[in-house]
């Protein structure tokens, strides 16, 4: 069984300041890992994924992330952090295999809420 | 343009009232999955269907009931069984080949029960 822990809850950051939301997982088994986005009242957006090859990822609006095995971390980052990146950002995890055609659940954290301030 | 509708945007419900949410996807997506959200939470998982006619219990499918008829629809619908309804629900679709079942997600509908 996979889990994911969003280490903060909320993250109050500056414009213009560099952020870092991080996620740690658990699994015994190799996993694909995604961030995604939601802004108020809406659904949530794919921000980027990690499948294999490169550890580090980048996505859209500017931000990365690096998977680190021995860690077992995917943190997100973005150099410089506007006020329209307000929003809560899940990170979520799911086994690479499919045993016998079955479904491997998508594991999300509970979540961080990004406060960007002028 | 592809992508994930969901109506209405916002429902109001009376108690002991059915409701059903639709959830539309022109993605050729087979698999499609409903979600609900609370304040301070992740998604939890209420139903999921890897394919057309086929559909599996999430880990909250408990007054929840769905269908799933066509490819392209996967209507939820919230019985009067469901002891607290008012949340946010999420649909969602994937591309089961390839494998890596990434899922897409639609605009949401906020449920109140009045």
């Known amino acids: 069984a996979q889990s994911v822990t969003q280490l903060d809850s909320q993250v109050p950051v500056f414009e213009e300041a560099p952020v870092e939301l991080r996620c740690n997982y658990s699994?015994?088994?190799?996993?694909?890992l995604f961030w995604y986005v939601q802004y108020p009242n809406q659904g949530l957006q794919l921000l980027l994924k990690y499948l294999s090859g490169s550890t580090l990822v980048k996505g859209i609006n500017g931000f990365e992330a690096e998977f680190n095995k021995s860690q077992t971390s995917f943190h997100l980052r973005k150099p410089s952090v506007h006020i329209s990146d307000t929003a809560e950002y899940f990170c979520?995890?799911?086994?690479?295999?499919?045993?016998?055609?079955?479904?491997?659940?998508?594991?999300f954290g509970a979540g961080t809420r990004l406060a960007v301030h002028p | 343009d592809g992508g994930i509708t969901q109506s209405p945007k916002y429902l109001f419900r009376k108690e002991g009232q059915n409701v059903t949410l639709s959830c539309e996807q022109n993605?050729?997506?087979?698999?499609m999955y409903w979600y609900r959200q609370d304040p301070g939470q992740g998604l939890r998982l209420i139903y999921y269907s890897q394919i057309v006619n086929d559909f599996q219990k999430g880990d909250i499918a408990e007054g929840y009931s769905v269908s799933r008829e066509k490819k392209e629809s996967f209507p939820l619908t919230v019985t009067s069984a469901q002891k607290n309804p008012t949340a946010f629900y999420l649909c969602a679709s994937s591309d089961r080949r390839g494998g890596t079942d990434t899922q897409y997600f639609g605009p949401g509908t906020r449920l109140t029960v009045l």
């Open positions: 993605l050729n997506h087979d698999a």
């Open positions: 699994s015994s088994v190799s996993v694909y």
């Open positions: 979520a995890v799911r086994s690479t295999g499919r045993v016998g055609g079955g479904y491997n659940k998508l594991i």
